[in-house]
């Protein structure tokens, strides 16, 4: 009898094993490659050193304009 019970539940557990694979089966996910990647030629972004020189000229000129307008001051209060 428990050999019976064991046969019947081996059984079960083998359907069981059979649907989970089919199961996973029709759950896969299919890719197709279109076209093959590729790397880029050279980087576009971010330009660093045009930064750092657009910065460094900004401040440049920005503190020039402020040296010319503090001279004017004190020009003038005299």
């Known amino acids: 009898m428990e050999q019976e019970f064991a046969s019947k539940l081996l059984m079960g557990e083998l359907i069981s094993l059979e649907q989970a694979r089919n199961e996973a089966q029709r759950k896969q996910l299919y ?44 020009e003038h209060q005299d």
């Open 31 to 74: 890719l197709e490659r279109i076209v093959q990647p590729g790397k880029p030629d050279y980087a576009v972004e971010p330009r660093r050193i045009r930064n750092v020189t657009a910065t460094f000229l900004l401040g440049l000129v920005t503190w020039g304009i402020l040296t010319m307008l503090i001279a004017g001051v004190r």
